[in-house]
Antibody, heavy 120, light 107 residues
Framework: QVQLQESGPGLVKPSETLSLTCTVS?????????WGWIRQPPGKGLEWIGS???????YYNPSLKSRVTMSVDTSKNQFSLKLNSVTAADTAVYYC?????????????WGQGTLVTVSS | EIVLTQSPGTLSLSPGERATLSCRAS???????LAWYQQKPGQAPRLLLY???SRATGIPDRFSGSGSGTDFSLTISRLEPEDFAVYYC????????FGQGTRLEIK
């Protein structure tokens, strides 16, 4: 069974960098699939942040692209998100997920989500 | 960027009734790139349908999807108590976007 778990600080100060890690179990990241991040502000809808392949190919939401960096650590079976210059608008539950990126495109496995609050 | 508009915003129905949720795209979407998710309070979204009409693993056959081009729909043939949740459609073109969601509530 594929499982994903987000981890990282729950509180980040404005203008600083948000850093999250997703640990994958039950599946090797280097075996295929893309891996991505989605966020959901409290009481609002879903927003895709970006997705990447273990080999380095990345897709980013154009509205966030200038502030986002994603990376993969296959030795730890983890992938990470960095979002810089955060503001209160970046407060959200952040989910990591496995993205099927072929003849269909969808997230089939999701982490439980982690709330990140941007506040001084 | 393709914008997905879901309607209605809220749908109030009773268990046993049929639900039809709409997802309209601002430009044509490849059917293969249209998915539907269900989200319950405090939980991550769960994949229901992909390729507009294919059920994900473990999804009951009361959930079905249809549509092409700019108009897609999710139908729940006979509502069970556990089906009351928020539903999102999702597409991928040059970027991935979600609809704003339809809340399905108990009448």
């Amino acid at each position: 069974q594929v499982q994903l778990q987000e981890s990282g600080p729950g509180l980040v100060k404005p203008s600083e960098t948000l850093s999250l890690t997703c640990t994958v179990s039950g599946y090797s990241i280097s075996s295929g699939y893309y891996w991505g991040w989605i966020r959901q502000p409290p009481g609002k809808g879903l927003e895709w942040i970006g997705s990447m392949y273990h080999g380095g190919s990345t897709y980013y939401n154009p509205s966030l692209k200038s502030r986002v960096t994603m990376s993969v650590d296959t030795s730890k079976n983890q992938f990470s998100l960095k979002l810089n210059s955060v503001t209160a608008a970046d407060t959200a539950v952040y989910y990591c997920g496995r993205w099927y990126n072929s003849i269909w495109k969808y997230f089939d496995y999701w982490g439980q989500g982690t709330l990140v609050t941007v506040s001084s | 960027e393709i914008v997905l508009t879901q309607s209605p915003g809220t749908l109030s129905l009773s268990p046993g009734e049929r639900a039809t949720l709409s997802c309209r795209a601002s430009q044509s979407v490849s059917g293969g790139y249209l998915a539907w998710y269900q989200q319950k309070p405090g939980q991550a979204p769960r994949l229901l349908l992909y390729g507009a009409s294919s059920r994900a693993t473990g999804i009951p056959d009361r959930f079905s999807g249809s549509g092409s081009g700019t108009d897609f729909s999710l139908t729940i043939s006979r509502l069970e108590p556990e089906d009351f949740a928020v539903y999102y459609c999702q597409q991928y073109d040059t970027s991935l976007t979600f609809g704003q969601g339809t809340r399905l509530e108990i009448k």
